[in-house]
């Protein structure tokens, strides 16, 4: 059975960052890609950023210089870290990944099969 469980959002203050988690069960996470997505209230879910199996990174133009992905593969965990948040950031963020035959892309949700519960990011004063 495969699981995604997120942690570590919360709310912070314009500027501030958090380090998001991702941790996988039910399958090694090495030969799969990850995803982070976001959807805020009121809008469609988005890709954040995602890294392959190769370590090849993406990320949305909005969070580049800002947003960090990277991978433990020991821990099975995927990480993101949040850096210089505004408040457009707000939203709950999500960890994703794929069938083996699908090669999933940032830009297209739909491309990506299993999914976490999500965790929540406000950054507010």
């Known amino acids: 059975q495969v699981h995604l469980v997120e942690s570590g959002g919360g709310l912070v203050q314009p500027g501030g960052s958090l380090r998001l988690s991702c941790v996988a069960s039910?399958?090694?996470?090495?030969?799969?890609?990850i995803g982070w997505f976001r959807q805020a209230p009121g809008k469609e879910r988005e890709g954040v950023s995602s890294i392959s199996r190769d370590g090849t990174t993406s990320y949305a133009n909005s969070v580049k210089g800002r947003f960090t992905i990277s991978r433990d593969n020991a821990k099975n965990t995927v990480y993101l870290q949040v850096n210089s948040l505004k408040p457009e950031d707000t939203a709950v963020y999500f960890c994703?990944?794929?069938?083996?035959?699908?090669?999933?892309?940032?830009?297209?949700?739909?491309?990506?099969?299993?999914w976490g519960q999500g965790t929540q990011v406000t950054v507010s004063s």
């Open positions: 039910g399958f090694t996470l090495e030969f799969c890609d």
């Open positions: 994703a990944t794929h069938r083996p035959n699908i090669i999933p892309r940032l830009t297209r949700p739909a491309s990506w099969d299993y």
